[in-house]
T-cell receptor, first 112, second 112 residues
Framework: DAKTTQPPSMDCAEGRAANLPCNHSTISGNEYVYWYRQIHSQGPQYIIH???NNETNEMASLIITEDRKSSTLILPHATLRDTAVYYCIVRPGTSGTYKYIFGTGTRLKVLA | DTAVSQTPKYLVTQMGNDKSIKCEQNLGHDTMYWYKQDSKKFLKIMFS???????INETVPNRFSPKSPDKAHLNLHINSLELGDSAVYFCASSPDRAGGYTFGSGTRLTVV
């Protein structure tokens, strides 16, 4: 079973920030938070990951609460092409041998 | 282009047939995976190989046999195809450290 909880769907106006929440209250000390998205039926696309500090890259920002029990993915200026299902996943990050368990994700719809 | 490439993209076949899906990555990653996405859009891991060694086998029927001739290739052979095998199969690879997976674009298998 997935160790994360996400709202099933969200809407966001084009050009506005999209804030996608994720609860992971049972996260362990060695587990990272990863975010992926899947646009239509394409392969999932890696967005960002973090352990306890906030992270930013060219795609998004990841804000992790101090107790690490929840996080928020921020798309600063959402475009129509950001419409996708967004998955929040936790797993140990120090080895590629650990599997991802995908939940149902959040279906983000960016509105024109 | 650096990527994970799968062939074929589409596969339509009759029940009882045997088919293979090929996957290649040129990212230099150590670990490769097969995921299955069913009609309800759940993504579930099937297998994982690390440097040609099977490390994850998620109670997939014996009709499914992965083969990794080298760490850049992970093929999936399916015997005696059943209607329930219809799904999109994604190959992915990852480095042996905290980092994102790179997924292929998927193979849509339809068993008729």
């Amino acid at each position: 079973d997935a160790k994360t909880t996400q709202p099933p769907s969200m809407d966001c106006a084009e050009g506005r920030a999209a804030n996608l929440p994720c609860n992971h209250s049972t996260i362990s000390g060695n587990e990272y938070v990863y975010w992926y998205r899947q646009i239509h039926s394409q392969g999932p696309q890696y967005i960002i990951h973090g352990l306890k500090n906030n992270e930013t890259n060219e795609m998004a920002s990841l804000i992790i609460t101090e107790d690490r029990k929840s996080s928020t993915l921020i798309l600063p200026h959402a475009t129509l092409r950001d419409t996708a299902v967004y998955y929040c996943i936790v797993r140990p990050g120090t080895s590629g041998t650990y599997k991802y368990i995908f939940g149902t994700g959040t279906r983000l719809k960016v509105l024109a | 282009d650096t990527a994970v490439s799968q062939t074929p993209k589409y596969l339509v076949t009759q029940m009882g047939n045997d088919k293979s899906i090929k996957c290649e990555q040129n990212l230099g990653h150590d670990t490769m995976y097969w995921y299955k996405q069913d009609s309800k859009k759940f993504l579930k891991i099937m297998f994982s190989y690390n440097n040609k060694e099977l490390i994850i086998n998620e109670t997939v029927p014996n009709r499914f046999s992965p083969k990794s001739p080298d760490k850049a290739h992970l093929n999936l052979h399916i015997n005696s195809l059943e209607l329930g095998d219809s799904a999109v199969y994604f190959c992915a690879s990852s480095p042996d450290r905290a980092g994102g997976y790179t997924f292929g674009s998927g193979t849509r298998l339809t068993v008729v």
